[in-house]
T-cell receptor
Framework: AQRVTQPEKLLSVFKGAPVELKCNYS??????LFWYVQYSRQRLQLLLR??SRESIKGFTADLNKGETSFHLKKPFAQEEDSAMYYC?????????FGKGTRLHILP | GAVVSQHPSWVICKSGTSVKIECRSL??????MFWYRQFPKQSLMLMAT?????????EQGVEKDKFLINHASLTLSTLTVTSAHPEDSSFYIC????????????FGPGTRLTVL
């Protein structure tokens, strides 16, 4: 089955510390992977996609086909990074979401 | 990003009534519309996919006669929850896509439905 797994429901990190949100995927073929973010009381928005290889708000994610992972990283956490983060993959014309990880930045 | 609106933003209704949710893509033409449902503290679950002018394709376990989707134009899609019950209470989110090389999906702000 094609799916994404986010093993952590909640991740608490001190401000200034590095952040890594884990995402593993299961997909036959070449996956197209995304990270979405949902800030409190706001709509879901695209954070980054693996094919563009860009860094948004200091976040990066590298596709590791050997480990079937697409972990989201940021070297120094900021308080405004507190949000729900969803890893997602495209299956045909649909985007399928992982269960999400709530990132809580501690002051 | 693209501008996507949903109306209403929240609705409370009695059990057994029907509720219609509108989704509009204000600055682009949505050839495909995805409807998701998000229960509290859970992820988005895809309910159905519709292409403009065609019947919607529903995900396994989603009742097509209960969740009626209309995608009659490239800028408007509606989701009607028929004979709503308390277990239908959820956050409903539309996600239009304009296709193209990146086939990016944009997301509406969501509609919170509470069925009493």
């Amino acid at each position: 089955a094609q799916r994404v797994t986010q093993p952590e429901k909640l991740l608490s990190v001190f401000k200034g510390a590095p952040v890594e949100l884990k995402c593993n995927y299961s997909y036959s073929g070449s996956p197209e992977l995304f990270w979405y973010v949902q800030y409190s009381r706001q709509r879901l928005q695209l954070l980054l996609r693996h094919i563009s290889r860009e860094s948004i708000k200091g976040f990066t994610a590298d596709l590791n086909k050997g480990e079937t992972s697409f972990h989201l990283k940021k070297p120094f956490a900021q308080e405004e990074d507190s949000a729900m983060y969803y890893c997602a993959l495209r299956r045909g014309d649909k985007i399928i979401f992982g269960k999400g990880t709530r990132l809580h930045i501690l002051p | 990003g693209a501008v996507v609106s949903q109306h209403p933003s929240w609705v409370i209704c009695k059990s057994g009534t029907s509720v219609k949710i509108e989704c509009r893509s204000l600055d682009f033409q949505a050839t495909t519309m995805f409807w998701y449902r998000q229960f509290p503290k859970q992820s988005l679950m895809l309910m159905a996919t519709s292409n403009e002018g065609s019947k919607a394709t529903y995900e396994q376990g989603v009742e097509k006669d209960k969740f009626l989707i209309n995608h009659a134009s490239l800028t408007l899609s509606t989701l009607t929850v028929t004979s709503a019950h308390p277990e239908d209470s959820s956050f409903y989110i539309c996600s239009p896509s304009a296709g193209g090389p990146y086939n990016e999906q944009f997301f509406g702000p969501g509609t919170r439905l509470t069925v009493l």
